[in-house]
């Protein structure tokens, strides 16, 4: 800064015409470029020092979820590359406002970051007041992972195809049950694209988080419902829940025998459930940087892409600018799906 005050109080003598004209360009332009310098310099010395305390990602999802559990296997990875301790800290309920908003309103140097999906956009359509904007108010780290979704049914229900839960539903309109991990969370919205596709109704009994639905109904409380492959895939194995069909138009290794939206002609209202990394918005692009790098190598790794993928999960690892363009465009595409479906949060 002192190199760049002493070339704002230089003058060139006025040599006139063309000759002036050139000299202060010349000087603007030395200006900007020790100022792009002196930038660069300083954030690669806060990259250099980060971390020197504990980082905290807060997870706006109870622990158990899927995305909780993807979370602590990163965290472990950052603690062990990082050399500092990465604690997971669980904020569920109420749509994740809460949490979001506390990562919004943290200091941006790295230190308080988010773990966030889908509900990051989609709550601007669902509340009439959201405390922070899911683009303004933070910078996007990573895009971690996506999950397909399955739909299932309870055993008791006899149903073992798509079909079958369609005529059932049309002949019993209202009476059967499905279960969500909230109002507007990925799970409601399949089910909601679902019901309008195939001219179907069912009732939906919202749960706080995919694992109390799971067990919601697995209990029998409910009788049908889409969730998280990892989340239910146990549940799947014991017989308890029967998969009719996954989201998307690969074959999930740990459910082999079941047809994906694609087999079906249902890919007009699939919805995939995506996960990603946010800090708060001004946070060092430096810091930003190195966690990407971090958890892209860590996300890289066969044993771990396999892991994901024997679940469900496709791993992304995309970019801060990647992800920050996908978010970007998803909040110009939920919102507005969930005002035309007419969705509240319950």
């Not at 806060?46 to 158990?64: C, L, N, S, W």
């Not at 990051?120 to 899911?134: C, I």
């Not at 999930?252 to 800090?279: C, H, Q, R």
Request: charged share 20%; aromatic share 8%; proline share 7%.
């Amino acid at each position: 800064m002192l190199v760049a005050k002493a070339l704002l109080g230089f003058k060139f003598k006025k040599i006139g015409g063309k000759m002036n004209k050139y000299f202060y360009h010349l000087k603007a332009l030395t200006i900007f470029l020790v100022l792009t310098c002196t930038f660069f310099m300083s954030s690669s010395a806060t990259a250099q020092k980060y971390p020197d305390r504990p980082i905290k990602i807060i997870v706006p999802y109870p622990a158990g979820a899927v995305g909780d559990i993807m979370m602590r296997l990163i965290g472990q990875r950052l603690t062990d590359r990082l050399g500092q301790p990465v604690i997971i800290d669980n904020r569920s309920g109420g749509g994740g406002l809460a949490a979001t908003e506390a990562v919004a309103k943290a200091a941006p140097d790295g230190y308080t970051l988010l773990f966030n999906g889908p509900n990051h956009v989609t709550n601007l359509a669902l509340y009439t007041k959201v405390p922070y904007d899911p683009i303004l108010d933070f910078d996007p780290v990573i895009g971690i992972a996506s999950s397909q979704i399955v739909l299932v049914a309870h055993k008791s229900t006899g149903i073992k195809s798509v079909q079958q839960l369609i005529e059932l539903a049309k002949a019993k309109p209202g009476e059967l049950n499905y279960a969500s991990s909230g109002a507007g969370t990925g799970t409601h919205l399949a089910m909601e694209m679902f019901m309008r596709g195939t001219n179907t109704k069912l009732t939906h009994i919202p749960y706080k988080g995919g694992s109390a639905a799971v067990v919601g109904q697995a209990s029998g409380q409910v009788q049908v419902s889409f969730s998280s492959i990892p989340v239910v895939i146990n549940f799947i194995k014991d017989g308890t829940l029967i998969p009719l069909v996954v989201g998307g138009d690969q074959k999930i290794p740990s459910l082999p025998g079941v047809p994906t939206y694609k087999d079906l002609n249902l890919m007009n209202f699939d919805v995939e459930v995506w996960f990603g990394l946010f800090a708060p918005k001004n946070t060092p692009m430096a810091i930003r940087n190195l966690l990407y790098e971090e958890i892209k190598k860590y996300l890289a790794e066969p044993a771990v892409v396999d892991k994901f993928s024997d679940v469900g999960m496709t791993i992304i690892g995309s970019s801060p600018v990647q992800f920050s363009d996908f978010v970007k465009a998803e909040t110009k595409r939920w919102p507005q799906a969930i005002r035309e479906m007419g969705i509240k949060p319950e």
